[in-house]
């Protein structure tokens, strides 16, 4: 039995072109963009065209105390504003939260 071989590269092309489509048709499949990525992608873009209001929160108002008070002025009046706001005693919940 005698081989022959391809010396002039005639039948290159048979062998270079199926892998070439192969590779052609499955790299849009590779390289599109996954889920993750497209959420990423739109997070970012609406992150700064997010705005929130931001109300300042002032401890010694809440309390209705001086900024330069002692602290055991600060913690006698913290307790008894539990006293009277806590829900086991017929407090509103809401206001227990707040303050």
Known sequence: MKFD?????????YF??????FI????????RPRREEIKFVSLAYHAPL?????????????LA????APISEIKRVCHELSKINHPDRGGD??????K
């Not at 071989?5 to 092309?13: H, N, Q």
């Not at 270079?16 to 489509?21: E, S, T």
């Open 5 to 13: 071989y391809d010396e002039g590269g005639e039948k290159l092309y």
């Open 93 to 98: 919940p809401e206001e227990f939260l707040k």
């Open 65 to 68: 105390v001086d900024k330069e």
């Open 50 to 62: 997010i705005t929130t209001e931001n109300e300042d929160y002032d401890p010694f108002a809440i």
């Open 16 to 21: 270079i072109l199926p892998r070439f489509a």
């Open 24 to 31: 052609l048709l499955s790299l849009p499949c590779y390289l």
